[in-house]
């Protein structure tokens, strides 16, 4: 559980630093996750001294935006100021984006399984 | 008592905890656990005239914790890897796509229902997960803590009506699901993808990083171009 903890962080601060010091767009986290992607695949570490750790983040993830969510609060004036645009914009939009990345998805992924190509 | 983050902490797992009782007993998608504390407090900060400020010291401090759990998103993905590298394709065309969507539609519909320069701006990259979300629209030009409360709204749109909502219009495939809500609604969508299914919540971990990827490049392009109309 420490270990895994002490790794996860180790890992995000790698990627912190190399996100700071090439000025890079991506985040730190979103680095630090394919750092440690890389780390599993070379071996270079072992992914027991995760699971435990992972999967208490990970299960509770959601929790972890609820403050986050409470910050609107802050905000609430200047979205008040154009409500109309922004509501219609985020809520539709929000849609369209789900059903285009699915349904394009899905239709990529059924042809690809009736090429017959790869089931293993 | 409100000098220590004891407080933001106490009141954000006791709402959790009742808002996730509530949600069991009536099962409905509007008793999203997560959609419901943000309200609960929201209202009770200002029921008793509390400042965020107060709140936050705590309420950072479970904020925090997102930093390591998306470094642990890395453990579903490596688990399911050939799953997930055997739908390289779809998946990459699907990031994309969904990207290219988010820009047109969000910035298409506010500029259609009379938003300004700056709100259509800060629309651009709601879909994104936050830090990169930020660092976007500081370049471009939008207001950075409008785009912050726009992606978290967004986060909880996609993480309330995803699952349901895929569903209905026909995906069923949980790669498809699982890229659909993690394109749409970031790190929000992707926790609650990973209370429905471990891959598709491995695989909306997975768009996070594409489609922040694919934005940060798109949106600059894409600006450029409807500034030459």
């Known amino acids: ?120 | 008592m409100l000098e220590t983050p004891l407080f933001g902490i106490t009141l954000t797992l006791v709402t959790y905890l009742l808002a996730q009782k509530l949600y069991r007993r009536v099962g409905k998608v509007w008793a999203n656990p997560v959609l419901v504390s943000i309200v609960s407090i929201i209202l009770l900060l200002q029921l008793f005239d509390l400042e965020y400020r107060d709140y936050a010291r705590g309420g950072d401090v479970l904020v925090f914790l997102l930093g390591p759990s998306v470094v642990a998103l890395a453990i579903p993905l490596y688990q399911r890897r050939e799953e997930i590298w055997k739908r390289k394709k779809p998946i990459m065309v699907g990031v994309f796509a969904g990207s290219l969507a988010s820009i047109i539609s969000a910035c298409g519909l506010a500029w259609a229902f009379g938003g300004s320069r700056e709100v259509i701006l800060s629309l651009a990259p709601k879909s994104v997960t936050t830090p990169i979300a930020i660092s976007i629209v500081e370049k471009i030009g939008g207001i950075a803590p409008l785009t912050a409360a726009l992606v978290v709204l967004t986060g909880c749109i996609g993480a309330v009506c995803g699952p349901e909502f895929c569903k209905r219009i026909g995906i069923t495939s949980p790669v498809a699901t699982g890229l659909a809500v993690g394109t749409s609604a970031h790190g929000i969508g992707t926790a609650r993808m990973l209370e429905v299914d471990r891959l598709s919540g491995a695989v909306a971990g997975l768009a996070i990083g594409l489609n922040g990827l694919m934005t940060t490049f798109l949106l600059p392009l894409l600006i450029a171009i409807a500034g030459n109309w």
């Not at chain 1, 680095?31 to 208490?56: H, P, Q, R, S, Y």
């Not at chain 1, 609107?72 to 100021?81: F, H, P, R, W």
């Not at chain 1, 699915?102 to 190509?117: F, N, R, V």
């Open chain 1, 1 to 120: 559980m420490v270990r895994g903890l002490t790794f996860l962080l180790l890992f995000q601060f790698s990627g912190e630093a190399v996100s700071r010091i090439f000025d890079l767009p991506i985040p730190g986290n979103v680095l630090g996750m394919g750092f440690l992607l890389l780390g599993l695949t070379t071996k270079l570490v072992d992914i027991k001294w995760f699971e435990e750790a992972a999967d208490l983040l990970l299960s509770n993830m959601a929790l972890f935006f609820v403050p986050a969510g409470v910050g609107v609060m802050v905000y609430g004036e200047l979205i008040a100021a154009e409500w109309l645009p922004i509501t219609v914009a985020t809520v539709l939009s929000t849609f369209v984006v789900m059903a285009v990345t699915g349904k394009i998805a899905q239709k990529l992924e059924s042809s690809a399984e009736d090429d017959g190509g790869e089931d293993a």
